[in-house]
């Protein structure tokens, strides 16, 4: 089973569109991380979130971390095609070097 | 700015043939992480090393073996390869133990391909 779950798994929208992919767990995190993959590359560190109910925006992208720190949601205000790529959450526990990945959730923005 | 370096880029071997993957971290960081990521999935956390020693092991198969070196960069030593591990394998770096809360810089990745 998934320590991270991520929702949905696929999206394809409208250039222009609003959308929120979730990252949820039954496990209380040290931090949460999301990544954006593109085929062939490795993960980018787009941001990280350490206190719960923290929210960050990076330019189009809001992300939140939940107040119990089990969960996370990332927000893409008016999606470009730019935007197409996987998206994944990562967690890390306890404070140690152990970071698991969620599933992911691949973005398509049709122009 | 100097990233994570991977090599090589792309891999094919035969089953039960051995492969070599080598990381070069960013300078300066000491932690390196290896990565499997199969086809559509996420990526698996395989083992990872902090000032040459072994600090944390995940889903690493007992024919894979790993190391760092004295100038820190890490090599995965893969043996009687299996048309399973097929996948890409990425290295991160960090600086200092204990630093996954701030997150990872990864290397490009090196594609595996086992025939």
């Known amino acids: 089973t998934q320590l991270l779950e991520q929702s949905p798994q696929f999206l394809s929208i409208q250039e222009g569109e609003n959308l929120t992919v979730y990252c949820n767990s039954s496990?209380?995190?040290?931090?949460l991380q999301w990544y954006r993959q593109e085929p062939g590359e490795g993960p980018v560190l787009l941001v990280t979130v350490v206190t719960g109910g923290e929210v960050k925006k990076l330019k189009r992208l809001t992300f939140q971390f939940g107040d119990a720190r089990k969960d996370s949601s990332l927000h893409i205000t008016a999606a470009q095609p730019g935007d197409t790529g996987l998206y994944l959450c990562a967690g890390v526990r306890n404070n140690n070097n152990d970071m698991r990945f969620g599933a992911g959730t691949r973005l398509t923005v049709k122009p | 700015a100097a990233g994570v370096i991977q090599s090589p880029r792309h891999l094919i071997k035969e089953k039960r043939e051995t492969a070599t993957l080598k990381c070069y971290p960013i300078?300066?960081?000491?932690?390196v992480y290896w990565y499997q990521q199969g086809p559509g999935q996420d990526p698996q956390f395989l083992i990872s090393?902090?000032?040459?020693?072994?600090?944390d092991k995940g889903s690493i198969p007992d024919r894979f073996s790993a190391q760092q070196f004295s100038d820190y960069h890490s090599e995965l030593n893969m043996s009687s390869l299996e048309l399973g591990d097929s996948a890409l394998y990425f290295c991160?770096?960090?600086?200092?133990?204990?630093?996954?809360?701030?997150?990872?810089?990864f290397g490009s990745g090196t594609r595996l391909t086992v025939v």
């Open positions: 496990s209380v995190f040290s931090s």
């Open positions: 300078p300066r960081h000491d932690t």
């Open positions: 991160a770096s960090s600086l200092g133990h204990g630093t996954a809360l701030y997150g990872y810089t």
């Open positions: 090393f902090y000032e040459k020693m072994q600090s």
